[in-house]
T-cell receptor
Framework: ELKVEQNPLFLSMQEGKNYTIYCNYS?????LYWYRQDPGKSLESLFV???NGAVKQEGRLMASLDTKARLSTLHITAAVHDLSATYFC????????????WGAGTKLIIKP | GAGVSQSPRYKVAKRGQDVALRCDPI?????LFWYQQALGQGPEFLTY????????KSGLPSDRFFAERPEGSVSTLKIQRTQQEDSAVYLC????????????FGQGTRLTVV
């Protein structure tokens, strides 16, 4: 059974600092997604990672995937207040064409 | 439409009442998903449609939950005889097709059962 674990679950940081959110999963996967959710809002797709070693960057966010270690990271560079949100990773198992298993989310608060 | 639209945005139901939640996916999207999101948790899969075919309903928590997508576009999630534990945000998502495409989410329906 595929299980997904994110850490930390809560992160408070200062503007300008760097930090990394981790997403571990328990069985083989060939696709991983990162989403952002603002309070009371829906989920916004950030990155789709489909292969080992994949790295994608958008602004101050960079995501990577290591399928051998069953680990994805979401790195935040020089954080700004606008990045405050909850970040989720979602992982698809190789035996399912569509079902995703979601992490519990990392609530990120960036203080000015 | 421009995005996935869900209605109503908020629903308060008395315990035992039936509710129907509507999802309008992005036009042309083959795949449609329903998720349940409890407060402070990640979404949990409920059911999946490919066009009008419900290919997986393994995540529906009980036989009180029923979903349909009769013409392959709009979908309705129905909950009969609501219970307090049904209180959650119900999210609908659609994707173009295929297993590697990203899903686009609606804003959800927050259901509160009192």
């Amino acid at each position: 059974e595929l299980k997904v674990e994110q850490n930390p679950l809560f992160l408070s940081m200062q503007e300008g600092k760097n930090y990394t959110i981790y997403c571990n999963y328990s069985t083989t996967s060939d696709r991983l997604y990162w989403y952002r959710q603002d309070p009371g809002k829906s989920l916004e797709s950030l990155f789709v990672l489909l292969s080992n070693g994949a790295v994608k960057q958008e602004g101050r966010l960079m995501a990577s995937l290591d399928t051998k270690a069953r680990l994805s990271t979401l790195h935040i560079t020089a954080a700004v207040h606008d990045l405050s949100a909850t970040y989720f990773c979602a992982v698809g198992g190789v035996d399912s064409n569509y079902q995703l298993i979601w992490g519990a989310g990392t609530k990120l608060i960036i203080k000015p | 439409g421009a995005g996935v639209s869900q209605s109503p945005r908020y629903k308060v139901a008395k315990r035992g009442q039936d509710v129907a939640l509507r999802c309008d996916p992005i036009s042309g999207h083959v795949s449609l998903f329903w998720y349940q999101q409890a407060l402070g948790q990640g979404p949990e899969f409920l059911t999946y449609f490919q066009n009008e075919a419900q290919l997986d309903k393994s995540g529906l928590p009980s036989d009180r939950f029923f979903a349909e997508r009769p013409e392959g576009s709009v979908s309705t999630l129905k909950i009969q005889r609501t219970q307090q534990e049904d209180s959650a945000v119900y999210l609908c998502a659609s994707s173009l097709s295929g297993r590697n495409t990203e899903a686009f989410f609606g804003q959800g329906t927050r259901l509160t059962v009192v």
